[in-house]
């Protein structure tokens, strides 16, 4: 089984970035069923939207993304981190969580799904 199918929040803050994601997503097969740019809005997604996986920038204007990473983390729910300032930022807690640069590669980031999802790249 692949990432077909698969239904994403993607949080990201800046626009461009997210229309770019989210066509990634459908070339890959992939349905974005949520989008939120704000930490606030990321919350509430997390907490009312049906996804299978989280697409989470480290940065959302100057705010962090990890209290949405923990919230995930606690309902069990899969994500890959998205930074553009390399493979730092996601701190110890969440070393384990897979990772893809900006700008992105639609390669890495389907790999970077699938190991979120567990399984192979």
Sequence with gaps: MG???????????????????????EALGCETV???ATLNEALA???TASFDLALLDINLNGTESL???A???ALGLPFVFTTGYGPTGSGPEFADAPL???????????AAIAV??????
């Design 67 to 69: 209290p949405v990473a």
């Design 34 to 36: 949520a989008t939120a």
């Design 3 to 25: 990432i077909e199918g698969t239904r994403v929040l993607l949080v990201e803050d800046e626009a461009i970035i997210a229309m770019t994601v989210e066509d990634m997503l």
């Design 116 to 121: 979120a999802l567990n399984q192979q790249p």
């Design 100 to 110: 893809v640069t900006k700008p992105y590669d639609m390669s890495d980031l389907a």
């Design 45 to 47: 997604a997390a907490e």
């Design 71 to 73: 919230r995930l983390r």
